[in-house]
């Protein structure tokens, strides 16, 4: 059997009945064998402080990086706020981000932006700017296909099923991500 790649699923969303935690789990269910997705944890990590992470970095922060240290390469998933990437999510990026030179995001690893609203623009602009960050942490995003989910709210019944309809767009994104993970890891 080829070999099975750690992925790190970051959902940009702290809400209980979150749309992107719902498409995160589809994605997870749609992987191919190659990827192995697990969601680590961002609502626990505290504002980022340079202060607070000098020379006891709080537990959170710890076992953040390490989470991330451990992973092959990183699938976000996240909605747009004012635009923009949400807060707690931006605050996880800083957070894995330090000390400076000893980044957990790690070096040249492979990723992919999901975003996903109920609006029609489908969170492009935290896609986007998570994209941005990504050129300065030296994580290698998926280029196509882009991802932005619009009118997400439809996406999932009252049980939390995915319809017929969104799951042949899903299955073409994990599929071409994984091609992408292959491809930046080389194996
Ligand atoms: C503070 C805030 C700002 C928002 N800004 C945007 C926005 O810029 N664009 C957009 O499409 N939706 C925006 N929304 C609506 C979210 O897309 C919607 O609440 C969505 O369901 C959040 O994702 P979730 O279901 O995964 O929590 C915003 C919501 C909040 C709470």
Redesign the pocket.
């Known amino acids: 059997m080829s070999q099975v790649h750690s992925i790190a699923v970051i959902?940009?969303?702290?809400?209980k009945?979150?749309?992107?935690?719902?498409?995160a789990h589809a994605l997870a269910e749609l992987a191919p064998s190659s990827l192995k997705l697990s969601i680590v944890e961002i609502g626990d990590l505290p504002l980022y402080n340079e202060d607070i992470d000098a020379d006891s970095p709080p537990a959170a922060y710890t076992s953040f990086r390490e989470a991330l240290k451990g992973a092959d390469g990183f699938l976000f998933v996240?909605?747009?706020?004012?635009?923009?990437v949400?807060g707690a999510l931006k605050n996880a990026i800083d957070v894995g981000s330090r000390p400076y030179g000893k980044s957990a995001w790690g070096s040249a690893k492979p990723a992919a932006v999901v975003s996903?609203?109920?609006?029609?623009?489908?969170?492009f602009?935290?896609n986007q700017h998570l994209r941005q960050c990504f050129v300065f942490l030296d994580v290698l995003c998926m280029q196509q296909p882009e991802a932005y989910l619009g009118n997400?709210?439809t996406f999932f019944d009252e049980h939390g099923k995915l319809n017929e309809k969104t799951r042949p767009f899903l299955q073409n994104i994990i599929d071409a991500f994984a091609g992408h993970v292959a491809r930046t890891l080389k194996v």
């Not at 009945?17 to 498409?23: A, F, L, M, W």
């Open positions: 959902v940009g969303s702290l809400r009945d979150s749309i992107n935690r719902k498409v996240t909605p747009e706020y004012n635009r923009s949400p996903a609203s109920p609006g029609a623009i489908g969170g602009g935290a997400a709210g």
